[in-house]
């Protein structure tokens, strides 16, 4: 599966990085590069955790 992903610097120079498409994945790190790595994991385990509670994978919004 493959997740757009936007990461965003915040007011402290953290650099954010948030899956909008699996609610609650965020993740953050000092620089972009960490951020991206970070929320690949963070994604990893929010997909593995969703599995075990039988949710599905992502959340759709119908518009």
Do not use: W
């Not at 650099?15 to 965020?26: F, L, R, V």
């Not at 929320?39 to 919004?61: F, K, Q, S, T």
């Amino acid at each position: 599966m493959k997740f757009t992903v936007p990461v965003y610097c915040d007011e402290d120079g953290m650099y954010i990085a948030e899956c909008p498409s699996i609610p609650g994945c965020i993740s953050q790190g000092f620089t972009e590069a960490e951020a991206e790595v970070n929320i690949r994991e963070a994604i990893r385990e929010c997909l593995a955790v969703r599995a075990e509670r039988g949710l599905p994978a992502v959340h759709y919004v119908a518009l």
